[in-house]
Nanobody
Framework: QVHLVESGGGSVQAGGSLRLSCVQS????????MAWFRQAPGKGREGVAG????????HIADSVKGRFTISQDNAKKTVYLQMGVLKSEDTAMYYC????????????????WGQGTQVTVSS
């Protein structure tokens, strides 16, 4: 079992920045990848960014490419989502997810999920 805890959400004005953190605990040795997803009110869950734990290669959704980056600190078992040039459409609950197999970046392929952290961007 893997336990994930997100932090760093909050309210920010458009154009601002935030950094989200996700700390994993538990049986983390088998975690192959971690990712960030978001869900805005009335919308489906959207993949934002992902990272392979071994090697650190990343995947960034087109909707945030050039504005968001994902990184990790393996010693701290933490993955970060650095968000810049925030827009009102970035307002959502952001979720961290982890998986042992990483078949794809689809949310249906992620087994472990955090409780989420809210990001609100005001224009």
């Amino acid at each position: 079992q893997v336990h994930l805890v997100e932090s760093g959400g909050g309210s920010v004005q458009a154009g601002g920045s935030l950094r989200l953190s996700c700390v994993q605990s538990g049986y983390t040795e088998r975690t192959m990848c971690m990712a960030w997803f978001r869900q805005a009110p009335g919308k489906g869950r959207e993949g934002v960014a992902g990272i392979y734990i071994s090697g650190g290669s990343t995947h960034i959704a087109d909707s945030v490419k050039g504005r968001f980056t994902i990184s990790q600190d393996n010693a701290k078992k933490t993955v970060y989502l650095q968000m810049g040039v925030l827009k009102s459409e970035d307002t959502a609950m952001y979720y961290c997810a982890a998986d042992h197999f990483c078949d794809s970046w689809s949310d249906t392929d992620f087994e472990y999920w955090g409780q989420g952290t809210q990001v609100t961007v005001s224009s």
